[in-house]
């Protein structure tokens, strides 16, 4: 397909185990960034990628929260020792430059029992 | 920092009626972007508008319009003749002017059009 893709669709985790929520932009598209969405909120940013380089961590919550983009295209965010409150979708956007529009991807949605 | 308030959570409309969403925004940039998603029950948000901040003209596409007050900070979205397809949750979102763009997004008006 030509938008944006994220897998797995539904992640349950149990607390304390390692997740990874993967992203595959649409192709070509140089700026990718993820963001978290609570039940009932708005988005809220995560981080951000240039092709292949992180420029913008700010908003990871915690530094069990890791994010990769080795070669510029597909990412991995990835969570640590997961905890209740990581239950959230989790969303991935691209765009052709940082200056464009950004086209969102249908999420991750992750339960942590 | 940046702010975007939707103040109505939900709204609920009868089929055909027109309804406006209200998006109040704060910045301290002078160059930024405004925007619209929808949010269907799927869950993907859907890209809908884009809006520089010099320009105020309001916009119309087929039945959605915007009206961009700049005196105001606010950004609304009209739906003319609203339609059962129209529900969904629909977010306002602010960027800057700089490398990165991330969006800052309010909190979500969920629409609800009945039969």
């Known amino acids: 397909g030509a938008g944006v893709s994220q897998s797995p669709r539904y992640k349950v985790a149990k607390r304390g185990q390692d997740v990874a929520l993967r992203c595959d932009p649409i192709s070509g598209h140089v700026s990718l960034f993820w963001y978290q969405q609570a039940l009932g909120q708005g988005p809220e940013f995560l981080t951000y990628?240039?092709?292949?380089?992180?420029?913008?961590k700010s908003g990871l919550p915690s530094d069990r929260f890791f994010a990769e983009r080795p070669e510029g295209s597909v990412s991995t965010l990835k969570i640590q020792r997961t905890q209740q409150e990581d239950s959230a979708v989790y969303l991935c956007?691209?765009?052709?430059?940082?200056?464009?529009?950004?086209?969102f991807g249908p999420g991750t949605r992750l339960t942590v029992l | 920092a940046q702010k975007v308030t939707q103040a109505q959570t939900e709204i609920s409309v009868v089929e055909k009626e027109d309804v406006t969403l209200d998006c109040v925004y704060e910045t301290r940039d002078t160059t930024y972007y405004l925007f619209w998603y929808k949010q269907p029950p799927s869950g993907e948000l859907v890209f809908l508008i884009r809006?520089?901040?010099?320009?105020?003209q309001n916009e119309i596409s087929g039945r959605y319009s915007w009206n961009f007050q700049k005196s105001t900070s606010s950004f609304n979205f009209t739906i003319t003749a609203s339609q059962v397809v129209d529900s969904a949750v629909y977010f306002c979102a602010l960027s800057g002017d700089n490398a990165g763009n991330m969006l800052t997004f309010g909190g979500g008006t969920r629409l609800m059009v009945k039969p």
């Open positions: 956007a691209s765009s052709l430059t940082s200056y464009n529009e950004q086209f």
């Open positions: 809006r520089n901040s010099f320009d105020e």
């Open positions: 990628f240039q092709n292949e380089a992180q420029l913008d």
